[in-house]
């Protein structure tokens, strides 16, 4: 995957350390969603295609996919004790098409990368001081901000694999 398609997603792909290692790996993680979500059909973007499921249709796995992005980096800020931002809510965060879900979730990537900026290999934060970093979640465990981003980026894949299967594309 190019340079070029990650910043869809971040605006500094290519950093060094373990945060511009995840934030990349989060951006391709993102694109590959995308790339499967572009290809669905409008109609069948809001046709329902998970009867009795969590997310019934592609447009609300993809919503919940933008709003855990937003949440999972809101979780990073409070821990670091960063208010948090600007960030669209509510109707704002659901793509009314496949098209309209990169710009999307490319506004919630940025916003993690604007999240972890002070955390990366170039920061005053040494490796074990981010690790000491201990927040809970909702959802019950404790995470520190690197397991933040990696539970992120493997909750777009988890979410991508889900809409594959969905639509026939994968067993």
């Not at 821990?79 to 009314?96: S, T, W």
């Amino acid at each position: 995957m190019s340079m070029s398609s990650l910043t869809d997603f971040i605006d500094s792909p290519g950093l060094a350390g373990a945060f511009g290692a995840l934030l990349d790996e989060y951006a391709r993680a993102a694109a590959e969603l995308c790339r499967v979500v572009e290809a669905v059909p409008s109609a069948r973007f809001v046709e329902e295609v998970d009867r009795g499921g969590e997310f019934p249709t592609v447009q609300a796995i993809c919503t919940h996919v933008v709003r855990a992005a937003y949440g999972h980096a809101d979780h990073i800020r409070k821990a670091l004790g960063i208010a948090a931002g600007e960030r669209p809510r509510g109707q704002d965060l659901v793509p009314e098409g496949p098209e309209r879900l990169r710009s999307l979730l490319g506004a919630a990537l940025r916003y993690t990368e604007a999240t972890v900026a002070g955390l990366r290999a170039d920061s005053a934060f040494a490796a074990e001081e981010v690790s000491s970093i201990l927040f809970p979640v909702n959802w019950g465990p404790v995470y520190d901000p690197q397991g933040m981003l990696e539970h992120g980026i493997v909750h777009v894949l988890r979410h991508r694999r889900q809409i594959e299967r969905l639509l026939g594309g994968g067993e």
